[in-house]
């Protein structure tokens, strides 16, 4: 999940560098590091935790070149630290990896009865001194390089630069995503165009085996086979202010204020002014001749997936099957015929989703993205992408991929019911016309913004919180509680409100707040009733409700959150507004690192 950038330049290269790096931080902030050559001379800077260290310590130690590559870690094999930051270098050749080499015990082991020894704890060492060692024998920089590369198992992004080669960098890419930029006289290397943005438009996306040979006057690609390739160069329309942000604390703060817009722009590319009938891109999908649909994500895009279930089960009547893409791609389930493969992901670039794209390729009647980088590897991939028009999302814990993946689905949801005839044209109708005024409601539930705020002070001083929902809401209060934990560390556990008197209940004293999240709809008697089974073990119910559901429910109660009311279907969206404010004020109130919290990577692109 680590993210990779390479200039070859007009200019001196380190500045470029560390800004690519900061666009690319939200792949990992455990340790960072550049390599440049110059005047023919390999030399590097490393330092451990954010990119400012990094920054800090080339004020002081200056690293001069026109050509460089550089590495922003998450720690996988070793513990964050100088010594195991990349570059990694050995001798002639400096190496920055995304990915992990599967095999690297078998080479450090052969490298070993050599008489050649390690100076980290990381498998990309390995990749350096393989390639160092083949150039001791004879081997030119890219010979070497494409060597090392074919004795690597794994999946990797891998960016090479050499001593005395001031115009080359050898790149290659197997599972994890690597993208070539081109320059007027500069080409570039990055993870993903977001690095790149400042620097071109113009974009070459390496396909899965590919290896790169880059110099200034231009890039030459060959396939897993060894063969001449010709990717397509494309023209990235990319907003580079959209990554800044904007006056607000953090990037999270302001991605959850965009929603709004986001949503709407989404909405409109689905549902054409004018017309109630959701357009899909392209051939689209016709799920008349669906029998069934199969699910894959990890993390937030799971919970947006066991939303849809709902979704395609109540409006469509079409069954569902939601999976966690680590668990589905091992289990390898039977795809019976006539089966729909959906895939979720933000960064279209999640291991463990492409992976089960994968074993679906052959297996099920067409595969479906919703996606956030129409470029990337499982949007490339599928027979139709869905992009959600969210934009650039910097921050760590997912706000507004969340909600424009959930705006998505329900429109793919209403165009199954349209195409399986479970809905009349009158219900099309009234569906579309709700989603048309989310926006003005979603902005309404920003307007709560303060009283949110007082709420998660309280909350702060929790060590352990539960969340709670029915039907719609059991998703939304998963993904409240994933919020929680992922930024304040406070411990957060969500249930279905009828599981709570199966074992969670146990838990409940005067110190655990119970975050319930109820609409007034068919299920809010029910939910009501275990909130009071809550109440009753004195456990502190911070409830989330309408107006309608406060007036009925609130006697009691800790603490109020007021939701506008809003059509029972567009719920989940709605409703994710207060869980994202509530786990932001919380994190704040704590002090922690809201866009950048521990242990974590926004792109999780290794297994």
């Known amino acids: 999940m680590c993210g990779i950038v390479g200039v070859l330049g007009d200019h001196e290269v380190a500045p470029t560098l560390v800004e690519a790096l900061k666009r690319l931080e939200y792949r990992g902030y455990d340790s960072a590091g550049i390599a440049t050559v110059n005047n023919g001379v390999l030399d590097r800077r490393r330092a451990v935790g954010k990119l400012v260290n990094l920054s800090d310590l080339l004020v002081h130690e200056p690293l001069p070149g026109k050509s460089g590559i550089g590495h922003t870690r998450w720690a996988t094999h070793g513990a964050p630290s100088v010594n195991n930051a990349h570059p990694h270098r050995a001798g002639a050749v400096a190496v920055v990896h995304n990915g992990i080499v599967e095999n690297y015990r078998e080479l450090r082991a052969e490298l070993a009865e050599l008489g ?17 060692r083949y150039m001791r024998e004879g081997l030119g920089p890219v010979e070497a390089a494409f060597r090392t590369l074919d004795k690597l198992e794994g999946a990797f992004a891998l960016a090479f630069l050499f001593d005395g080669e001031e115009d080359l960098i050898v790149a290659a890419r197997k599972g994890s995503p690597l993208a070539i930029g081109h320059g007027d006289g500069e080409m570039y290397v990055g993870s993903d165009a977001i690095a790149l943005a400042p620097l071109t438009d113009r974009i070459t996306y390496l396909e899965e085996g590919d290896r790169a040979i880059v110099t200034r006057k231009g890039v030459e690609i060959s396939d897993a086979n060894g063969q001449r390739a010709n990717r397509q160069m494309r023209r990235i329309k990319l907003d580079s202010a959209r990554v800044d942000k904007g006056g607000f604390k953090h990037f999270m703060a302001k991605e959850i204020a965009e929603q709004p817009t986001v949503i709407a722009e989404a909405i409109r590319s689905y549902l054409p002014t004018g017309s109630d009938k959701v357009q899909l891109p392209g051939e689209g999908v016709d799920f008349a001749s669906v029998d069934r649909l199969t699910m894959v994500a990890c993390g937030t895009a799971y919970y947006a997936c066991l939303t849809a279930k709902y979704w395609f089960e109540q409006l469509a009547r079409l069954p569902v099957e939601v999976d966690i893409a680590s668990e589905f791609r091992y289990r390898e389930p039977p795809i019976p015929a006539r089966t729909l493969a959906l895939f979720v992901s933000q960064s279209g670039e999640t291991a463990d989703t492409l992976a089960a794209l994968r074993y679906c390729r052959d297996k099920a009647e067409r595969i479906v993205s919703v996606v956030n980088v129409p470029e990337s590897s499982i949007a490339r991939e599928s027979d ?48 579309a016309a709700a989603l048309r005024g989310l926006p003005s409601t979603l902005n309404a539930a920003l307007d709560q913004n303060d009283t949110i705020r007082s709420a998660a002070q309280k909350l702060s001083e929790a060590r352990d919180v539960l969340f709670l929902g029915r039907g719609l809401m059991f998703p939304l209060a998963l993904e409240g509680a994933l919020k929680l934990k992922e ?18 209940i146990a838990l409940i004293d005067q110190q655990m707040p119970v975050v319930v999240m109820a609409p007034r709809d068919a299920l809010f008697d029910k939910t009501v009733s275990n909130m009071q089974e809550v109440m009753a073990r004195k456990g502190k119910v911070m409830l989330i409700s309408d107006s309608k559901g406060l007036a009925e429910a609130r006697d009691g109660v800790w603490s109020t959150i007021q939701m506008p009311h809003v059509h029972p279907s567009l719920t989940p969206i709605l409703y994710a507004v207060p869980a994202q404010l509530l786990a932001y004020h919380t994190a704040v109130a704590k002090g922690t690192d809201v866009d950048q919290p521990r242990n974590l990577a926004k792109s999780v692109t290794v297994e």
């Not at 050649?116 to 160092?132: C, G, N, Q, Y």
């Not at 993946?405 to 009349?424: F, H, N």
């Not at 930024?487 to 969670?504: D, Q």
């Open 384 to 431: 139709l992408m869905l992009p959600i028009h969210a934009g650039v999302e910097v921050g760590v814990a997912s706000t507004k991929a969340f909600t424009c993946q959930l705006s998505v689905l329900l429109m793919l949801a209403l165009k199954a019911a349209c195409d399986r005839g479970t809905l009349t044209s009158d219900q099309i109708a009234d569906h």
């Open 116 to 132: 050649i020894s390690f100076a980290t704890e990381t498998d990309t060492e390995t990749v350096a001194l393989m390639t160092e």
């Open 487 to 504: 930024i304040s560390y406070i411990h957060a556990e969500a249930y279905a409100s009828g599981e709570l008197k199966h074992g969670p």
